[in-house]
């Protein structure tokens, strides 16, 4: 333990109260009345299917500028995952557009695909799907519209995925249009295979 923990002890991320927190910020009694285990639907992981707690602090990461709960519970996703025997070749992420970038200084899903990638043991790539037009938010925008937001949005390139086993990463899964949409890049470029872990899903309809 860092001695600034002791000084600053984290409340556990869940519960908020300040306890003993283990590697992902949990504490023993989240820990083990959370389903902690890991979901696939279709090609794509997931640890929480909608969870308004985890939708709150995945929207911190996002909007607050607090990173730091978008890398705890990709962390631990990443620990379940690797021990389910994946195995890639690389994690790639949803790309932000440059100036996005510029102003939020961090992209939290390239955070949540450096912590699954280091569970896993395996790199990054940060050059694997460029983000080449900017769109909308897809946040308040319904299927339809959110699946045509993204389209030709994003790019990838032969020379980084051709024949690679790739997870893709994002922090958040609601219609799916933005993974689809990098996945049919990825795959275009010559992946051999994509697969997809999202920290959590949240169905359409069950946003609250
Ligand atoms: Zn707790």
């Known amino acids: 333990m860092n001695i600034l923990d002791i000084i600053f002890p984290h409340p556990c991320i869940y519960c908020g109260k300040f306890k003993d927190t283990d590697e992902f910020g949990f504490c023993a009694e989240c820990m083990e009345s959370l389903p902690m285990k890991l979901n696939k639907r279709g090609n794509t992981f997931y640890l929480f299917e909608y969870d308004k707690r985890i939708s709150t602090l995945l929207k911190i990461s996002k909007y607050a500028g607090r990173p730091y709960y978008v890398r705890m ?98 922090d958040i899964m609601t219609t799916g249009s933005t993974l689809n949409e990098c996945e049919k890049e990825l795959r275009y470029a010559g992946a051999a295979n994509v697969e997809r872990a999202v920290v959590a899903y949240t169905p359409v309809g069950r946003n609250r």
Do not use: W
């Open 73 to 170: 519970l990709a962390s631990l996703m990443g620990k379940l995952m690797a021990e389910n025997k994946t195995s890639y070749d690389l994690t790639a992420f949803v790309p932000m557009h440059k100036r996005s970038f510029s102003i939020r200084g961090y992209n939290q899903s390239q955070i949540a695909a450096e912590a699954i990638a280091r569970k896993l043991r395996i790199p990054v790539c940060s050059k694997c799907l460029k983000k080449v037009k900017k769109n909308k938010k897809q946040a308040g925008l319904g299927k339809a519209e959110r699946r045509y937001n993204v389209k030709d949005v994003y790019k990838s390139s032969a020379s980084y995925v051709k024949g690679k086993r790739i997870l893709l990463v994002d």
